[in-house]
Each structure stands twice: as structure tokens, then as C-alpha cells.
């Protein structure tokens, strides 16, 4: 295709301007539109898309003629606001960050929504595309014969500052596991392909964020648990976070084990929090573990650097959006990460953290 794909960016705070860089490297698109509320998120967004107009709305944003899809990394709570009124006005091909939703009250909506939306959603899932993790995914059926225990740990840094810290309270984040977590609870349900019948979580805030104060309001996040999901298939999968441990090599690890061996993935966190003193920051691994015979190996798998340059993702939102591009530019096709997939995901988390607040199973 000849054409250049032209798009409409619908925020630009940390996630936005990781996307702009990596709609950047991608050839024949162009980001023209762009609405962003924040001023001083707005110049930085100017830097890097010199060539977009910035307008003063989503209305307007709509209103202008040089759009072919559109991109939502606007704030948890905005989502469903958005996602209904461009449903309304102009349902270009959407990318939309996770979480799809924060309140509950608004699955019936995005439902009828997303059942009439004439072009495709597609959900970003950045884990599924992090180099490791897809090689995990492509290798495990056949590693382990069928994967009966997954487990993912997740041992990283706090939440960020973000405008207005909005992500330091449950109501404009979904909670952590719809948050944090709804990316895990996707991969979950990728890797199992069964579905998710129970869940029991145990959470609490134990550390982070206690000693901060806004309007009046003490974040009431969670920064660490455990949640286990059982699934139809009778597989099982747990999952462990810790928002105070980035002090280790690796952020994530994936475990995936059935009756014929077991495969692993070990993911770095972002680059530029690793110390210069400390050399290369680490590269990815994948451990793969038959158990007959016993060869365990050891894969490196080894990120571009303009693609760990352009995000905290290990390059993942450049595939994502390579993906959502063919996307765009073929009809009639359809999205990798749909709108149910978004949808189970956060319904997950939910489930998670109300599981985590009432101390008992909770039933999907």
C-alpha cells in the first residue's frame, strides 16, 4: 500500500508518547491529529510529532478529515467515555490501551458497543508481544505437551507519577490487578486457551505510596499479592506481584510446565532504569526444560536497541502496532487482541481484586 496510514492520538501522557515513538518507525504512517488536555504533556507529544495538529477536544479530534484509525492512551477512566463516543461519531479502527474499563457499570455499554462497532478494536496487550514472552507462547504446546501450571511473577518498581495521579486510586485505575494485572490475566487465558472459571486472590498495600496525600485522599492501591485462577480445562495458574523489588535482573518471569517439560521466560524492566555502573542492561531469556532427556538450554533473545530506545515494553508496542497497522490496511481483517479478550481481562482483575477485599473465591 502506497497510501500513508494517517492517525489520531487521544492522550499523550507516558504510554502515548511511547506509542508516537513507535508509530514513528513504522513506514508510511503519520500521526496528525492529536488531543491531549495536559500542557506540558501536550509539548513534549509536539516534539515528537511535529508534524500533528493539536486540538482542544475528542469532538474535534473527530471532526477532522485526515484520520484512518485512531489510538485511546488516555487516562484507566476515560476509556469508556471515549470508546462510546467514537462509536457514536466516527468508528474509525481502534487501537485502545488497557484496561478497557474501570467501573463495571460500563461492560453492558462497551458490549452493545463492540457488537455494532463497524470497524476493528483491537486491545493492547503489550506482553504478548515482548520477544521472550512470544517466543514462550510459540514454543510452549509442544515444550510441555500441553500446559497444565503457569505461573507469573512480577517483581518491578512502584507506579509512576502520572498528571493529576491519577493512578494512585482505585477508582480511576481499576485497582491494581485491573491496572497492573489485567496484561497477566491475557496471557493466562492465551497460554491455557480454557477459560477461567475461579479465582482467589490475596493482596494489601503494605508499603508504597502511604505517606502521599492528594485532595484530602490517601492512595489506596495495592503494591503487592498473590492471585490463583483455576480454569474449565482443569490447569491452574498463579500469579505473584511485588511492586517494591526492582532491584533484581529480571522484572517478569513466566513459567509454563506440563507433563513433558517445562518453559521459562525471564524479561528485564525497562532500560533506562538499569544503573550505568552495572554494564549492558541484562538480555532476555528462555529456559526450556524436557524432562526426558534432561538438556535444560538456555536462549538468549536478544531486543533491537531502537526498539528498547523507543518504550518500556522490550519492543513489544513496536509489534503491537506493526500488527494493528496490517490491521488497518486489510479489510476484513480481524485483530489479534480483540475486545473480548480486553473485556475477560479486566473482568479477571475485577474478580481478583474482589477476591483480594473479601477473602473468599470468587466464581466466573
Known amino acids: 500500500m502506497n497510501k500513508t496510514t494517517r492517525y489520531g492520538l487521544i492522550g499523550c501522557g507516558m504510554m502515548g508518547q511511547e506509542h508516537l515513538k513507535n508509530i514513528a518507525l513504522l513506514p508510511k504512517t503519520a500521526v496528525t491529529v492529536i488531543f491531549e488536555p495536559d500542557a506540558a504533556m501536550r509539548e513534549i507529544a509536539r516534539r515528537l510529532a511535529p508534524q500533528a495538529r493539536f486540538v482542544n477536544t475528542l469532538e474535534d479530534l473527530l471532526a477532522q478529515d485526515a484520520l484512518d484509525c485512531l489510538v485511546i492512551t488516555s487516562p484507566n477512566f476515560r476509556h469508556a467515555e471515549q470508546m462510546l463516543e467514537i462509536a457514536a461519531k466516527r468508528p474509525l479502527p481502534l487501537l485502545v490501551e488497557k484496561p478497557l474499563l474501570t467501573d463495571p ?19 493492547a496487550m503489550e506482553y504478548r508481544y515482548m520477544p521472550p514472552i512470544a517466543e514462550l507462547l510459540k514454543r510452549a504446546p509442544d515444550i510441555t505437551g500441553g500446559v497444565r501450571m503457569l505461573s507469573i511473577r512480577e517483581h518491578r518498581f512502584p507506579f509512576l507519577q502520572k498528571v493529576d495521579n491519577w493512578n494512585r486510586f482505585n477508582d480511576q485505575t481499576g485497582g491494581t490487578f485491573v491496572e497492573k494485572c489485567c496484561h497477566f490475566f491475557d496471557l493466562m487465558r492465551l497460554v491455557m486457551g480454557s477459560k477461567p472459571i475461579r479465582i482467589m486472590a490475596s493482596a494489601a498495600q503494605s508499603v508504597n505510596h502511604l505517606d502521599e496525600c492528594y485532595g484530602g485522599a490517601v492512595p489506596d492501591i495495592i503494591d503487592n499479592g498473590y492471585v490463583i485462577v483455576d480454569f474449565e480445562g482443569g490447569q491452574r495458574a ?14 517478569e518471569t513466566l513459567s509454563a510446565v506440563g507433563v513433558a517439560g517445562k518453559i521459562e521466560a525471564f524479561v528485564p524492566g525497562p532500560t533506562r532504569f538499569w544503573p550505568g555502573d552495572l554494564g549492558p542492561p541484562p538480555i532476555p531469556v528462555v529456559e526450556i526444560s524436557p524432562r526426558t532427556p534432561k538438556r535444560p538450554t538456555i536462549l538468549e ?12 515494553h522490550n519492543g513489544a508496542t513496536f509489534y503491537q502496532h506493526r500488527g494493528f497497522l496490517e490491521l488497518v490496511q ?6 489479534e487482541v480483540s475486545f473480548e479478550d480486553g473485556l475477560w481481562a479486566v473482568e479477571m482483575g475485577m474478580a481478583a ?9 470468587v466464581d466466573l
Open 105 to 123: 457499570a460500563d461492560i453492558p455499554r462497551l458490549k452493545n458497543v463492540a457488537a455494532t462497532y463497524p470497524a476493528p478494536i483491537w486491545v
Open 238 to 251: 498463579m500469579l505473584e506481584l511485588c511492586m517494591f523489588a526492582e532491584g533484581a535482573r529480571f522484572q
Open 301 to 312: 533473545i536478544p531486543v533491537d536497541q531502537t526498539l528498547l530506545a523507543a518504550g518500556d
Open 330 to 335: 486489510t479489510p476484513g481483517a480481524r485483530p
Open 353 to 361: 481484586q474482589l477476591s483480594a477485599s473479601t477473602r473468599r473465591a
